[in-house]
């Protein structure tokens, strides 16, 4: 079962806005066992939009296109599809109707323009909008589905939770799908290629791999495709367990959507312990992080973000001789920075980061990327020297925040 | 002059990435004057690359793929965009040293996987990698432009920013273009509409405008095509500077890529004056948003996450007795925190922000999304109650943090 996503209109074409329709559709679509082949960003003509429809349907099964459907004379999408597929646009009272009560039920002026969105194709499935004006269609044709939905996110979420993905469910045989997610942390992706090449080799032809990474992490992504979903589990989870033991939990920081900083967050959850953080160069980036998880506040006591030597001194008690003599960049202030946290904010753990992030500020002896960072808990302290070698502010950051987590999580499950 | 934006691989087509490549590559190529007239994500099969290329070139000038171009077996597509082009691969010695040089400066081992990256096809003009490993490919067929690139964003952004954009220039005939973008904060698009109509409603045919919202600033975007740059320019520039004069600096914070962080650091330097945060449920958003920017030692002194009570106590001495009378999400609270901040931390400007971020923690009192915040300097405190009434904890930061650093632009500039 393959489907296709099309999008309609000038938005996404002109870089104003990201589409992350596809993304969300795309997941769902996978869940249910259906593959996107492609998807495909095309103009408002109609000759743009019949050749994108002629394309997908030489091969999908599934066409879902968003966009193209509002009120003004640019949105020719639902005119295409009716000529396409051989019929004609009716008023559709119990439309017009629909549509009068939802403007009137937010104070919004009934205008001519509506009754244009009431004007709908014969010959195919009409679904009423719950959230917004433009109704989606369902076509059929030579066993192929094509459907049309608004482009405003959650119109389009609403119609595929209430509507649509049932309704394919139903439509279509779907294929037993399964996937599994393996996040790695701290290997680079040709490493983890070399590492686990004997596993990759010795695939089923019906489990591919797929390498996704990103800073300081690569996702081993595993899916299975067959008729017995039992099967297909049991069988991808073994490769998985043999993926993991080979890495081990060193390399791997979980699985599915897990983030360090979720990770962790359970890991002082289960350990009844807090956490704070006392950042330099990383300016809070990982107190941030830490934050951006709802219910932090549990475990995340807060943090300094000492970016002047002075505060470094008055907030955390860094002694002059040590700036002095090794410099904020140092081995020896981290040390103090997360020794000091622990002891002023009584918590369990720290993280203490403090670097050059660039573009500028390195010497030969510091160039740009160079970041100490230290974790500690009540009974130790434990030092890495990151060294990026890369001038780019933002990912020195990102960098140096990944790996100062990864530290924080191999402090508490005694990795360090 | 038409492109088409390709990207291959199966991260895009199983949701598992947003891409982001595609809308920073549509809006660089609208920039010179190159229409994007489709983008197509295809799966890392040879027959599927190979239908896109096909499909691409029937109608576009340019193809620029990105993906497809890492060291592990499912990245095909240099094999098939030789095959595509009718030629093979060589091994070139001088990318292999470059790639080693590149890895060695970083510490990362030669592992033989890196030996496949050098070999590329001939009959096309290599780029060598400055930020990462995969070379970027430049083909030419019947006065046709198909260029590789890797899918890493930093690495294909220095690609087009060092060398495609420049070639792709000089290679076509691109008629003159000049943009000009204003960017508001602090007032809804209908509303910037309404102020703006006679502006817009007399602009000249070959100057367009465009409204580009993101989450508490619109970006007003005027494109001017023609053949003449410096008339383009010049008028362009008038009508800027009339919707300038229009809304006035309290609601526009600059122009071009300037954004809240760097013009509170301009104004800041100008000033010769320092700044610190305090922050609850931002977490650290804000000073990361400072300190993202080059050089915002010299006027960010650092900052507190006070999460909890306790440190908002121990460490900005807010009163118990007002944490227990007005609690922790209080105009209060704030203004002690905001005038802590400038008394212990000796700086000339403070933000501080407490709120309730979601999706959980509110009260009938206190909905999710109740935010107060304070900035000062060492002669006035102004508080600000921002209700988003929304359960996105993400957006809720955002939009606190946005709303916090527009408030200290203002206060800065005598506009509070």
Tied chains: 1, 2.
């Excluded at 009716?82 to 002026?109: P, S, W």
């Excluded at 701290?186 to 800073?215: C, M, N």
């Amino acid at each position: 079962m393959k489907a296709c996503l099309m999008t309609i209109g000038d938005e996404i074409l002109i870089g104003q806005i990201v589409d992350t329709n596809s993304v969300w559709m795309a997941q769902k679509l996978n869940d249910l066992g259906i593959a996107v082949f492609e998807m495909l960003s095309v103009s408002d003509t109609q000759e743009h939009i019949v050749s994108g429809l002629d394309r997908a349907l030489a091969y999908a099964d599934i066409v879902l296109i968003t966009g193209g459907l509002g009120p003004t004379k640019d949105d020719i999408t639902k005119n295409v599809l009716a000529d396409y597929f051989g019929t004609a646009l009716e008023f559709r009272a119990d439309i017009y109707e629909q549509l009068t009560t939802f403007l009137q039920k937010r104070g919004v002026a009934v205008v001519d323009a509506i009754k244009n969105m009431a004007m709908l194709p014969q010959n195919c499935t009409i679904f009423p909008n719950q959230k917004g004006m433009a109704a989606a269609m369902w076509f059929e044709k030579d066993d192929k589905v094509v459907v049309s939905m608004p482009g405003v996110p959650y119109e389009m979420i609403n119609f595929m939770e209430t509507a649509i993905l049932s309704q394919l469910q139903q439509r279509f045989q779907l294929p037993a799908i399964y996937h599994h997610t393996t996040i790695t942390v701290g290997l680079g992706e040709s490493i983890i290629a070399e590492k686990i090449s004997p596993i990759e080799d010795s695939l089923p032809s019906y489990i591919k791999l797929a390498y996704l990474p990103s800073l300081g992490t690569v996702r081993l992504r595993l899916s299975a495709r067959g008729s017995d979903y039992a099967f297909l589990q049991q069988t991808t989870n073994d490769i998985a367990q043999q993926i993991h033991d080979t890495l081990t939990e060193k390399y791997i920081l979980g699985t599915g959507e897990d983030k360090l900083e979720t990770v962790i967050g359970q890991l002082l959850l289960a350990n009844n312990a807090t956490m704070a953080t006392a950042e330099s160069c990383t300016g809070g980036q990982i107190a941030q992080k830490i934050t951006s998880i709802a219910g932090a506040s549990r475990y995340f006591k807060g943090g300094f973000v000492v970016y002047s030597n002075e505060l470094k001194t008055q907030l955390l008690n860094v002694q002059d001789t040590t700036l002095k003599q090794h410099g904020a960049v140092s081995e020896a202030t981290v040390i103090e920075m997360a020794n000091n946290t622990i002891k002023n904010l009584h918590c369990d753990y720290a993280i203490a980061v403090s670097g050059i992030a660039g573009p500028d500020g390195g010497t030969a002896e510091k160039p740009v990327g160079t970041i100490w960072i230290a974790v500690a808990n009540r009974q130790k302290t434990i030092t890495q020297l990151l060294q990026t070698a890369r001038p780019h502010r933002d990912i020195n950051i990102e960098l140096a925040s990944n790996l100062a987590l990864n530290q924080l999580r191999k402090l508490i499950l005694g990795l360090l």
